[in-house]
Protein backbone atom coordinates (compact mmCIF):
# COMPACT_ATOMS: atom_id res chain seq x y z
CA UNK A 1 0.00 0.00 0.00
CA UNK A 2 1.64 3.09 -1.31
CA UNK A 3 -1.49 5.68 -0.23
CA UNK A 4 -1.02 9.34 0.49
CA UNK A 5 -4.17 11.09 0.71
CA UNK A 6 -4.73 14.57 0.26
CA UNK A 7 -8.03 16.76 1.51
CA UNK A 8 -9.56 18.44 -0.23
CA UNK A 9 -9.34 17.64 -3.47
CA UNK A 10 -10.37 21.37 -4.39
CA UNK A 11 -10.90 24.36 -2.23
CA UNK A 12 -11.58 27.73 -2.98
CA UNK A 13 -10.80 30.68 -1.11
CA UNK A 14 -10.56 34.45 -1.49
CA UNK A 15 -7.60 36.33 -0.50
CA UNK A 16 -8.07 37.54 3.11
CA UNK A 17 -8.91 33.76 4.10
CA UNK A 18 -7.39 31.64 6.09
CA UNK A 19 -7.74 27.80 5.29
CA UNK A 20 -5.55 24.19 5.47
CA UNK A 21 -4.67 21.43 3.26
CA UNK A 22 -4.00 18.33 4.72
CA UNK A 23 -2.05 15.12 4.02
CA UNK A 24 -1.96 12.09 5.66
CA UNK A 25 -0.18 8.40 5.01
CA UNK A 26 -0.01 5.60 7.09
CA UNK A 27 2.99 3.93 5.82
CA UNK A 28 5.50 4.36 8.76
CA UNK A 29 6.90 7.34 6.05
CA UNK A 30 9.36 9.83 8.23
CA UNK A 31 9.36 12.03 5.26
CA UNK A 32 6.97 14.15 3.98
CA UNK A 33 6.75 16.81 1.12
CA UNK A 34 4.27 19.41 -0.16
CA UNK A 35 4.71 20.63 -3.84
CA UNK A 36 3.20 23.71 -6.03
CA UNK A 37 2.34 22.54 -9.32
CA UNK A 38 0.87 25.21 -11.91
CA UNK A 39 -0.78 24.53 -15.28
CA UNK A 40 1.30 22.59 -17.89
CA UNK A 41 4.60 23.04 -15.42
CA UNK A 42 5.99 20.46 -13.29
CA UNK A 43 6.17 20.19 -10.01
CA UNK A 44 7.76 22.45 -7.65
CA UNK A 45 9.64 21.30 -4.00
CA UNK A 46 8.02 23.57 -1.33
CA UNK A 47 8.91 21.99 1.90
CA UNK A 48 10.50 18.72 3.27
CA UNK A 49 9.78 17.38 6.74
CA UNK A 50 12.11 14.48 7.85
CA UNK A 51 11.37 12.99 10.96
CA UNK A 52 8.69 15.62 12.09
CA UNK A 53 11.11 18.88 11.84
CA UNK A 54 11.28 20.96 8.57
CA UNK A 55 14.21 19.99 6.35
CA UNK A 56 14.17 22.10 3.48
CA UNK A 57 12.11 25.53 2.75
CA UNK A 58 12.56 26.46 -0.67
CA UNK A 59 12.34 30.38 -0.20
CA UNK A 60 8.25 30.00 0.14
CA UNK A 61 6.70 32.69 1.06
CA UNK A 62 5.01 33.03 4.21
CA UNK A 63 1.72 32.99 3.16
CA UNK A 64 2.16 29.23 3.37
CA UNK A 65 2.87 27.75 6.58
CA UNK A 66 4.07 24.09 6.73
CA UNK A 67 2.69 22.58 9.82
CA UNK A 68 3.76 18.18 11.09
CA UNK A 69 1.68 17.54 14.09
CA UNK A 70 3.19 13.87 13.99
CA UNK A 71 4.91 11.51 11.71
CA UNK A 72 1.39 10.39 9.81
CA UNK A 73 -0.39 14.11 9.13
CA UNK A 74 0.94 17.09 7.38
CA UNK A 75 -0.69 20.39 6.86
CA UNK A 76 -0.42 23.58 4.59
CA UNK A 77 -2.07 26.60 6.16
CA UNK A 78 -2.91 29.11 3.86
CA UNK A 79 -3.50 32.66 4.86
CA UNK A 80 -3.56 36.21 2.81
CA UNK A 81 -2.99 34.23 -0.43
CA UNK A 82 -3.05 35.70 -4.27
CA UNK A 83 -4.84 34.48 -7.38
CA UNK A 84 -1.32 33.53 -8.82
CA UNK A 85 -1.06 30.71 -5.76
CA UNK A 86 -3.58 28.99 -7.52
CA UNK A 87 -2.41 25.44 -8.47
CA UNK A 88 -2.47 22.27 -7.41
CA UNK A 89 -0.83 21.70 -4.41
CA UNK A 90 0.47 17.69 -4.20
CA UNK A 91 1.99 16.36 -1.30
CA UNK A 92 4.13 13.38 -0.87
CA UNK A 93 5.90 11.04 1.34
CA UNK A 94 8.80 9.02 1.54
CA UNK A 95 10.13 5.75 3.94
CA UNK A 96 13.13 7.89 5.30
CA UNK A 97 15.32 4.94 5.52
CA UNK A 98 18.70 3.95 3.53
CA UNK A 99 18.78 1.60 0.64
CA UNK A 100 16.34 1.67 -2.44
CA UNK A 101 13.20 1.03 -0.92
CA UNK A 102 13.52 3.89 1.80
CA UNK A 103 14.16 6.40 -1.02
CA UNK A 104 11.12 6.20 -3.36
CA UNK A 105 8.54 8.70 -3.25
CA UNK A 106 5.19 8.79 -3.20
CA UNK A 107 2.77 11.33 -4.14
CA UNK A 108 -1.22 12.23 -3.55
CA UNK A 109 -3.66 12.95 -5.64
CA UNK A 110 -3.18 16.78 -5.12
CA UNK A 111 -5.04 19.86 -3.60
CA UNK A 112 -6.95 21.96 -6.22
CA UNK A 113 -6.61 25.46 -5.09
CA UNK A 114 -8.08 28.52 -6.35
CA UNK A 115 -7.59 31.59 -5.08
CA UNK A 116 -10.60 34.22 -5.78
CA UNK B 1 21.27 16.56 -8.61
CA UNK B 2 22.58 15.96 -11.90
CA UNK B 3 20.07 17.67 -14.72
CA UNK B 4 18.47 15.39 -17.28
CA UNK B 5 17.34 15.92 -21.16
CA UNK B 6 14.18 14.57 -22.61
CA UNK B 7 11.92 14.97 -25.56
CA UNK B 8 9.07 17.28 -25.42
CA UNK B 9 6.85 14.87 -26.32
CA UNK B 10 5.92 12.03 -28.70
CA UNK B 11 3.18 9.59 -30.12
CA UNK B 12 2.82 6.08 -29.72
CA UNK B 13 0.60 3.57 -31.11
CA UNK B 14 -1.61 1.50 -28.71
CA UNK B 15 -0.52 -2.10 -28.77
CA UNK B 16 3.17 -1.30 -29.32
CA UNK B 17 6.25 -0.84 -27.60
CA UNK B 18 7.05 2.66 -26.20
CA UNK B 19 10.55 4.06 -25.94
CA UNK B 20 10.96 6.57 -23.57
CA UNK B 21 14.73 8.33 -23.92
CA UNK B 22 16.70 10.52 -21.35
CA UNK B 23 20.21 12.08 -21.24
CA UNK B 24 21.78 12.98 -18.38
CA UNK B 25 25.39 12.95 -18.95
CA UNK B 26 26.66 14.25 -16.34
CA UNK B 27 25.07 11.96 -13.45
CA UNK B 28 27.52 11.46 -10.81
CA UNK B 29 28.35 7.66 -9.68
CA UNK B 30 25.95 8.02 -6.40
CA UNK B 31 23.20 9.26 -8.20
CA UNK B 32 19.87 6.98 -9.50
CA UNK B 33 17.87 7.17 -12.28
CA UNK B 34 14.21 7.38 -11.25
CA UNK B 35 10.66 7.75 -13.84
CA UNK B 36 7.76 8.99 -12.62
CA UNK B 37 4.64 9.63 -14.56
CA UNK B 38 1.74 12.11 -14.16
CA UNK B 39 -1.78 11.34 -15.73
CA UNK B 40 -3.75 14.04 -16.50
CA UNK B 41 -5.50 15.80 -13.16
CA UNK B 42 -3.74 13.48 -11.01
CA UNK B 43 -0.66 13.06 -8.56
CA UNK B 44 3.13 11.74 -9.89
CA UNK B 45 2.55 7.74 -9.68
CA UNK B 46 6.15 6.23 -9.31
CA UNK B 47 7.18 4.12 -12.00
CA UNK B 48 10.71 2.32 -11.50
CA UNK B 49 14.21 3.91 -10.71
CA UNK B 50 17.80 1.91 -10.99
CA UNK B 51 21.89 2.89 -10.16
CA UNK B 52 23.30 0.86 -13.19
CA UNK B 53 21.85 -2.57 -14.31
CA UNK B 54 18.56 -2.48 -15.95
CA UNK B 55 15.34 -3.14 -14.51
CA UNK B 56 12.11 -4.54 -14.99
CA UNK B 57 8.80 -4.70 -12.94
CA UNK B 58 5.05 -5.07 -13.64
CA UNK B 59 5.01 -1.41 -14.89
CA UNK B 60 8.15 -0.77 -17.73
CA UNK B 61 11.75 -1.65 -18.33
CA UNK B 62 14.47 0.32 -17.52
CA UNK B 63 17.58 0.23 -19.66
CA UNK B 64 20.19 2.12 -18.66
CA UNK B 65 23.60 2.73 -20.77
CA UNK B 66 26.83 1.40 -19.80
CA UNK B 67 28.71 4.75 -19.17
CA UNK B 68 25.53 5.86 -17.38
CA UNK B 69 24.87 9.02 -19.64
CA UNK B 70 21.87 8.04 -21.24
CA UNK B 71 18.64 5.67 -20.22
CA UNK B 72 15.32 4.65 -21.84
CA UNK B 73 12.11 3.55 -20.47
CA UNK B 74 10.14 1.19 -22.19
CA UNK B 75 6.64 0.54 -21.85
CA UNK B 76 6.25 -2.90 -23.12
CA UNK B 77 2.64 -2.90 -24.58
CA UNK B 78 1.17 0.54 -24.78
CA UNK B 79 -1.95 1.49 -23.78
CA UNK B 80 -4.81 4.40 -23.78
CA UNK B 81 -4.39 4.63 -20.03
CA UNK B 82 -0.70 5.35 -20.49
CA UNK B 83 -0.90 8.74 -22.07
CA UNK B 84 1.04 11.28 -19.38
CA UNK B 85 4.01 12.86 -19.13
CA UNK B 86 6.87 11.02 -18.51
CA UNK B 87 9.66 12.45 -16.00
CA UNK B 88 13.08 11.06 -15.56
CA UNK B 89 14.95 12.23 -12.82
CA UNK B 90 18.33 11.70 -11.45
CA UNK B 91 19.03 11.93 -7.76
CA UNK B 92 21.48 10.54 -4.83
CA UNK B 93 19.97 8.76 -2.18
CA UNK B 94 20.42 10.80 1.15
CA UNK B 95 19.25 10.53 4.53
CA UNK B 96 18.96 14.64 4.87
CA UNK B 97 17.49 16.75 1.98
CA UNK B 98 16.62 14.28 0.12
CA UNK B 99 14.26 15.29 -2.83
CA UNK B 100 13.08 14.87 -6.16
CA UNK B 101 13.69 17.61 -8.55
CA UNK B 102 11.45 17.76 -11.90
CA UNK B 103 12.31 18.55 -15.42
CA UNK B 104 10.31 19.51 -18.08
CA UNK B 105 9.07 15.80 -18.83
CA UNK B 106 8.12 14.19 -22.13
CA UNK B 107 4.47 14.08 -22.71
CA UNK B 108 3.19 10.96 -24.74
CA UNK B 109 0.31 10.47 -26.24
CA UNK B 110 -1.03 6.55 -26.91
CA UNK B 111 -3.17 6.79 -29.94
CA UNK B 112 -5.56 4.30 -31.12
Known amino acids: DTEVTQTPKHLVMGMTNKKSLKCEQHMGHRAMYWYKQKAKKPPELMFV???????INESVPSRFSPECPNSSLLNLHLHALQPEDSALYLC???????????????FGEGSWLTVV | DAKTTQPTSMDCAEGRAANLPCNHS???????VYWYRQIHSQGPQYIIH???NNETNEMASLIITEDRKSSTLILPHATLRDTAVYYCIVREHKAAGNKLTFGGGTRVLVKP
Open chain 1, 49 to 55: YSYEKLS
Open chain 2, 50 to 52: GLK
Open chain 1, 92 to 106: ASRQGEQGPLGNTIY
Open chain 2, 26 to 32: TISGNEY
